[in-house]
């Protein structure tokens, strides 16, 4: 494998009595785009600020191409960082701005100038030399901040939450070009959300986190598929999550009924959680379904309709369909096997792999 | 409208009455000669001789000087209060000697440095012989950078807590050091602050009057000292004006170079 270029080993950070990381493990590759997603206060910024250098971790190491870097101060770092609030200096214009740290390293006037006009016109602000930083909007303010922290040509970029400030449209169209721009500099980006949609549509690899630990981490496919519990099903995406029995390997019985399923690896009769995604669900006639639901309402959501079900066991049903439904009906509800995803109570992501790595290949000798 | 009017009417009065009235008559005061006639002798006096000179040139060299003690003393020192957790507090124990009678304070230096003083005394006990400290250059600007600090240090506390700690991290994330950050961030972004303090500290500091007695012993003569001996010693109340208008003239030009300007230029 790859040395990584960052790594964490039992990194704990502690403010006062409070821990806000309690034992982080991760490891990450050069020139990926990787997200640490989580809600507020779940220890995403934390770890953010320890590779950036800002705070000191409390016990553990962090390692940079191999080197152990706890003591290493901000300013030595190949790191460079992307404020949520941009941080731009407001002395200065963004000109100066862009070229602050070139600057301090006594790099020639001709070279910053050439290199400031670049960067300037790859984050499209060609000609904004002049300005000053509160003549812009909060867009420009970003690509600014952008431009700033890559003139420095840093190993790793840090992006802090850097689109929660603008609007919707803004959003996804930073969205695409941050993508786009981690791709042709072929530099790691580490990027902290708290919005699942952004996570999952940009990254490489996501690393969820819930009070100050990471709980799972994949490719956003593995993780929207195969969340391993309850708070990561919940977060990425809308979940419908009822309790079910795993009768026996590829056998689950909820809601009533017995279904054939993909998952394996369980002891017999192993009470679990079942998660099916809305947009799994279809909706066709009782005789069809698999599952008879009664609907409770409606919302129209331009793309979908979102409409809310319960069936004869009181279960909750969320499910997206293009057509809509009458209110009071009953309705058949059916599903592939692979749409039903089973989690564990308290399994750890090791574990969870372990018995994926396990079931999977004797799936494969079974064939 | 009327109404927004009605609540200025106390302020314009207490203006008209005490700050209005008080600057016409004294520059009227300023062109009568002892004895009540209109004349610019006085300003030919003071322009014309080497002693009022001399003196306009101590007032603005002394208020000089404890600016630029005060501002060395407080820089740093509000830099290192808006590090610490309570810092509040810490900045009330700074302001507090404020509320204390300026008067009070200055009788307690001539305790502290007089010839039977705290430091005489301790220079006894340790087997020294006891120094003349009252009534010389350095105990009047002493006590004058004492009493003025507390005015220098607030707004420069206020301009640095001001600044966004994620600026501060910006900069060392860019490689900046410690010092860099210092000259390149910390000081342009408090300049507002540390130029309110000058006015603070610098304008006051013009008409010094009572310390230059106390612990300067009138070896230190300011334009401050001579307009109180005109009005309270010689009676020449035209004179006094003169030295007066002088003085407003020199705050307001204080003002004028001290004023905020529109940022620009490169500053590195």
Known sequence: ?367 | MNKKLFYFIPYTLWLVLFVGAPIILMLLQSFMSIDGQATLANYQIFFGSGTYLRMMFNSVWYAFLITVITLVISFPTALFLNTLRHKDLWLLLIILPTWINLLLKTYAFIGILGHNGSINSFLQFMGFAPQQLLFSNASFLLVAAYIEIPFMILPIFNALAEIDNSLINASYDLGASKWQTLRHVILPLSADGIRAGIQAVFIPSLSLFMITRLIGGNRVITLGTAIEEHFLVTQNWGMGSTIGVVLIIAMIITMFVTRERKKGGNKY
């Open chain 1, 1 to 367: 494998m790859k040395q990584p270029i960052i790594e964490f080993k039992n990194v704990v950070k502690s403010y006062g009595e409070t821990q806000v990381l309690k034992g982080v493990d991760l490891e990450i590759e050069a020139g990926k785009f990787y997200t640490l997603l989580g809600p507020s206060g779940s220890g995403k910024t934390t770890i953010l600020r320890l590779v950036a250098g800002f705070s000191s971790a409390t016990s553990g190491d962090i390692l940079f191409e191999g080197k152990r870097i706890n003591d290493v101060p901000a300013n030595k770092r190949r790191v460079n960082t992307v404020f949520q609030n941009y941080a731009l200096f407001p002395n200065m214009n963004v000109f100066e701005n862009v070229a602050f740290g070139m600057n301090l390293k006594g790099t020639s006037k001709a070279k910053i100038k050439t290199k400031v006009t670049q960067l300037l016109a790859m984050v499209r602000l060609a000609g904004y030399e002049n300005r000053n930083i509160d003549e812009l909007s909060g867009g420009q303010q970003q690509r600014v901040a952008i431009a700033r922290a890559l003139a420095n040509d840093p190993e790793i970029l840090l992006l802090d939450e850097p689109l929660s400030a603008l609007d919707y449209k803004l959003r996804k169209e930073m969205q695409y070009e941050l993508r786009e721009l981690q791709k042709n500099l072929g530099i790691t980006f580490i990027f902290v959300t708290h919005d699942q949609e952004e996570a999952l549509a940009m990254s490489d690899w996501i690393f969820v986190m819930n009070e100050g630990k990471i709980l799972q981490n994949g490719t956003p496919v593995d993780i929207y598929d195969e969340p391993i519990n309850r708070f990561v099903a919940e977060f990425i995406g809308e979940s419908n999550i009822v309790n079910g029995v795993m009768l026996e390997d590829y056998l689950v019985s909820f809601a009533g009924s017995t279904f054939e399923n993909v998952d394996a690896g369980m002891r017999p009769n192993e009470q679990v959680d079942v998660v099916l995604r809305p947009e799994d669900l279809d909706l066709t006639t009782p005789e069809n379904g698999k599952l008879v639901v009664t609907i409770d309402a409606q919302l129209f959501r331009g793309d979908y309709y979102e409409i809310s079900a319960h069936d004869d066991n009181g279960n909750e049903w969320r499910i997206q369909a293009t057509n809509s439904a009458q209110i009071n009906t009953r309705q058949g509800l059916t599903f592939d096997p692979e749409d039903i995803h089973i989690m564990r109570f308290n399994e750890s992501e090791d574990d969870f792999d372990a018995r994926l790595d396990n079931y999977e290949e004797v799936g494969e000798m079974d064939e």
